[in-house]
C-alpha cells in the first residue's frame, strides 16, 4: 500500500500571504496524484488532478507541482475562504486508493 | 447539473449493519463508477471501494473486503453501500464520490454524507 504523508499537520497563515503544503508518497506514484480541500461539515472538493492541472472552476491562485514521491499544493495568496484542511491522493498504485492525513490551513 | 444526494444519519447496535443510498442524477449514471470513502471524526479520509454501475461489478479495500457490500439500482440510478457487523470504530460519516473515469482515478463530484453513529 502506498502511504501519503502530509506535512505539515497544520500551518498558520495570514490572509494575504502565500501557503505551501507537502504531501510525500511512500513509494514512485508518478504525477497520479490529486488534491482536495474540505471545510467542515462538507465533502471535500476537488482542486488540482495529474499533480499539477487544476479542476473546473479552481482559481488560479491554487497550484499543484511535483512528480515521484514528493508534490506541493500552493496558495499564492490565503483568501478567507481558503482556510480549510486539505488532503492528497495518489492513484499510481491500487487497490487501495490513499489519502495523506491532511493539512489544516488555519488563520494566523 | 450533477448531484449525488446521500441518505440520512443512522444509528446502530454494535453488530448490526446499515445501508446508505447515493441517488445520482445529472448525468449518466451507468458511465461513471461509483466509490466509497468513509471519515471518521477529525480523521482523515479512507478509501472503501468501488462498483461499476454499468455492470454491478465491485472492488473492496482488503480491510472491509468481508463486511462492505457494494450494490446498485440502474432504474432509480442510486448506489448502495452497505456495511455489516459494525463495531464502535466504523462511526464515521460515508461518501459516495463519482470517478472522473478512464484509467486515472480521483473524484470530482462527492454526496453530502451521511454519518453512521454505532452505539449501545
Known amino acids: 500500500e502506498v502511504v501519503m504523508t502530509q506535512s505539515p499537520a497544520t500551518l498558520s497563515v495570514s490572509p494575504g500571504e502565500r501557503a505551501t503544503l507537502s504531501c510525500r508518497a511512500s513509494?514512485?506514484?508518478?504525477?497520479?496524484l490529486a488534491w482536495y480541500q474540505q471545510k467542515p461539515g462538507q465533502a471535500p472538493r476537488l482542486l488540482i488532478y495529474?499533480?499539477?492541472t487544476r479542476a473546473t472552476t479552481i482559481p488560479a491562485r491554487f497550484s499543484g507541482s511535483g512528480s515521484g514521491t514528493e508534490f506541493t499544493l500552493t496558495i499564492s495568496s490565503l483568501q478567507s475562504e481558503d482556510f480549510a484542511v486539505y488532503y492528497c491522493q495518489q492513484y499510481n498504485d491500487w487497490p487501495p486508493l490513499t489519502f495523506g492525513g491532511g493539512t489544516k490551513v488555519e488563520i494566523k | 447539473q450533477v448531484q449525488l444526494v446521500q441518505s440520512g444519519a443512522e444509528v446502530r447496535r454494535p453488530g448490526a449493519s446499515v445501508k446508505v443510498s447515493c441517488k445520482t442524477s445529472g448525468f449518466m449514471f451507468t458511465g461513471y463508477y461509483m466509490h466509497w470513502v468513509r471519515q471518521a471524526p477529525g480523521q482523515g479520509l479512507e478509501w472503501m471501494g468501488w462498483i461499476d454501475p454499468n455492470s454491478g461489478g465491485t472492488n473492496y479495500a482488503r480491510k472491509f473486503q468481508d463486511r462492505v457490500t457494494l450494490t446498485r439500482e440502474t432504474s432509480t440510478r442510486t448506489a448502495y453501500m452497505e456495511l455489516s457487523r459494525l463495531r464502535s470504530d466504523d462511526r464515521a460519516v460515508y461518501y459516495c464520490?463519482?470517478?472522473?473515469?478512464?484509467?486515472?482515478?480521483?473524484?470530482?463530484?462527492w454526496g453530502q454524507g451521511t454519518l453512521v453513529t454505532v452505539s449501545s
Open positions: 495529474g499533480a499539477s
Open positions: 464520490a463519482r470517478e472522473v473515469g478512464g484509467t486515472v482515478v480521483f473524484f470530482d463530484y
Open positions: 513509494q514512485f506514484v508518478s504525477t497520479n
